[in-house]
């Protein structure tokens, strides 16, 4: 790749003057916290989906018309 100069147009940023938006970053904290709220309570709720599919399957006879509701209602 080639390196291109600056050009003399573009003047340097000082450090000192550039503050973020504070806004902009508290409204961007409180996206990504809730965000990664809504990633562990979705990892949870499919982590119980075995469950009531394990409790339907343990309790009731083969064939019988309350398992095959468990794995209906685990399966949709």
């Known amino acids: 790749m080639n390196a291109v100069a600056p050009?003399?147009?573009?003047a340097p940023v000082d450090p000192g003057n550039s503050t973020p938006d504070e806004?902009?970053?508290a409204d961007y904290s409180r996206?990504?916290?809730?965000a990664m709220l809504l990633g562990m309570i979705?990892?949870?709720a499919a982590a119980l989906?075995?469950?009531p599919l394990t409790h339907a399957v343990r309790s009731n006879p083969p064939g019988s018309e309350a398992r095959r509701r468990?794995?209906?209602f685990a399966c949709s």
């Open 31 to 34: 996206y990504v916290a809730a």
């Open 70 to 72: 468990g794995l209906a």
């Open 42 to 44: 979705d990892t949870f």
């Open 23 to 25: 806004d902009a970053v």
């Open 49 to 51: 989906i075995p469950m």
């Open 7 to 10: 050009s003399a147009s573009i």
